[in-house]
Every structure is written in structure tokens, then in C-alpha cells.
């Protein structure tokens, strides 16, 4: 699962950064740091405050800033351009975000504009502070631009999670996922109203989404595909923590695959954190605190 972030300079022919390896001591730092800040409520965000605008600028707009600043230094590029394009992509992010709240009851249009809004602001702000990149993820797919060249790959979390879900008993809604621009499964409901086994309403993994026959909460559930978007490139990946995974997976898979883990690191973080804390992690950690109030107008 390489390489969802932009490339940083010189990369070698699968795609991974040339030059050393970070090490592991800045690894494990990392890692904690996450956790650390999913401690927390997630990037200063409190357990016990209500979510607001300030924690979705934070988020969206603030963090990829402080990002593009530090690899602009790192590759000798000037630091209040890489600044302003990271605001700008966040902003964009941002804004996506807030329209796919209801979407459900918006028109196909409306989907796909607030998709390809986020992965413009995505892009933009990734790519900040190094060479610019596009980068749009279409289910399993991602399609990249760079320096004129058009090229797909494949998302490794974005290809097992589909896989799982079908396994799970879940059908894929063509309807849906054609609306959404990302795979849409359906499940029959349960007596009380849920689906699956998990007592949820809807519920999605990586960039798709599983929800009844009639397609309620879709918006809540495209909000998190969203964010893992988002966190293709401002969460660690899998291989940034696990080296040695990439030239595994290269030696077995090529480098057609990218690495799109950043959503799952950053929602297991969160999760350890919510059992270890004594929280719910279906509504008090800060995705789904995201997702509520962005989707629903729900502030936990």
C-alpha cells in the first residue's frame, strides 16, 4: 500500500521515496503520536466538548498547513506558497465535506461535484511544499496525474475492503455506487431497523460504504469515505510505520498498488483509544464526531 501521499522529491521506479528510510526510532514516534493525539479526542479535540467549526478548520485546513510547511523546508522549496496552496486544498476539503451532508436526497450531480472538490483540495494540499500531483480515488481505482502523464493504481485498503464486505453478506448497489462515484453495497434490514450484525444503521470501511435498500444516511457515510481521502495523506500509512511492507508487497504485487491505509491506522488509533478510555467509539471518537456534525447537525 504505498505512496498515497504526493511524491517528495526523487522516488525510486515503485514509487516509494528515494534516499533512506525514516528510522525506526521516528517510526515508533510517530505512531505514538497519533495514538497520542486520538487520546486526546484527536488533534485537540475533547472527548467531552462539543464538535464545532473550529475542530473541522483544525482539521481539514490548519493540519495540512503546518504539513506543507514542514516538507516545503524539507525540500528546499519556499514555505508560504506550499503554505496558502495547503490552505486552499483545505478549504476545498472542507467545503466538500460540508455538501455531502443529506446526500441521499441530492441529485448524482451534487455527489460527484462534492467528490471531485475533495479530491482537488486533497491534492492541492498534499501536493504542497513538493510536486504537484493529482490524485482521485474511484473505488478500488485511484487515477494519478503527474507531469502530464496519466496513470491508475490500485488502492490496497480500497480493494480488500470491498472484498470483506461481500464476504459479509453485503450486495453491491450499482445505483448507488454510480451516484457516489465510490462502491455502495446494500443490506436487508434487520427487525429493529439495523443492518448487518453490527447494530448499525449504515456503516462504511476505507472509501465504500454499506446502507439499507432505500440508501439512508449515505451522506454520513460518504463524509467518512471522505475522510479517507483526506487521510490518504495527513494520517501515517502502513508502510511509513512497517518499512519492510513495501518491498513485500512490491516484490509481490509490482508498483501498480498505492499505499491508502492512512484512514485505517488513523481509525484504529482511535479506536485503542476509545476502549482504553472507556468510549464509545461509534460516536465519541473524532471521525464519527466529524461525521455527525457535518452529516447530521449533531454535536457530541
Not at 521516528?26 to 505512531?31: P, R, S
Not at 475533547?46 to 510547511?69: E, H, K, Q, W, Y
Not at 472484498?163 to 462502491?183: E, I
Request: aromatic share 8%; glycine share 10%.
Amino acid at each position: 500500500m504505498t505512496s498515497a501521499s504526493p511524491p517528495d522529491g526523487g522516488r525510486t521506479a515503485g514509487g516509494r521515496p528515494a534516499g533512506r528510510r525514516p528510522a525506526p526510532r521516528a517510526l515508533l514516534l510517530t505512531f505514538l503520536l497519533v495514538v497520542t493525539m486520538a487520546g486526546t479526542g484527536g488533534w485537540h479535540l475533547s472527548s467531552t466538548a462539543a464538535f464545532d467549526d473550529r475542530d473541522i478548520t483544525l482539521i481539514n485546513v490548519v493540519l495540512p498547513m503546518i504539513r506543507a510547511g514542514i516538507r516545503a523546508r524539507r525540500h528546499h522549496r519556499k514555505v508560504a506558497p506550499a503554505v496558502l496552496q495547503a490552505a486552499l486544498g483545505g478549504l476545498m476539503m472542507r467545503e466538500a465535506m460540508a455538501r455531502a451532508e443529506r446526500a441521499e436526497d441530492k441529485s448524482a450531480f451534487k455527489a460527484w461535484r462534492a467528490k471531485l472538490m475533495m479530491n482537488v483540495g486533497a491534492s492541492l494540499a498534499e501536493s504542497a511544499g513538493g510536486d504537484l500531483e493529482f490524485r482521485m480515488d474511484l473505488g478500488p481505482l485511484w487515477l494519478v496525474t503527474r507531469d502530464g502523464r496519466l496513470d491508475w493504481r490500485i488502492g490496497l485498503h480500497g480493494t480488500i475492503a470491498p472484498l470483506l464486505n461481500m464476504t459479509d453478506g453485503a450486495r453491491v448497489s450499482w445505483p448507488q455506487t454510480f451516484k457516489y462515484g465510490t462502491l455502495a453495497f446494500k443490506r436487508g434490514r434487520n427487525t429493529d431497523g439495523t443492518i448487518g450484525t453490527r447494530g448499525a444503521l449504515a456503516y462504511s470501511n476505507a472509501n465504500n460504504f454499506i446502507t439499507n435498500d432505500d440508501g439512508s444516511h449515505a451522506g454520513h457515510e460518504l463524509i467518512h469515505t471522505f475522510q479517507y481521502r483526506r487521510d490518504a495523506f495527513l494520517s501515517p500509512r502502513l508502510t511509513r510505520l512497517w518499512p519492510a511492507l513495501e518491498e513485500h508487497l512490491e516484490n509481490h504485487l509490482g508498483h501498480r498498488w498505492l499505499d491508502d491505509t492512512g484512514w485505517g491506522v488513523n481509525w484504529a488509533a482511535q479506536c485503542t483509544w476509545a476502549r482504553l478510555t472507556g468510549h464509545d467509539r461509534d460516536f465519541e471518537i473524532p471521525l464519527e464526531k466529524e461525521a455527525y456534525y457535518l452529516a447530521d447537525n449533531i454535536e457530541f
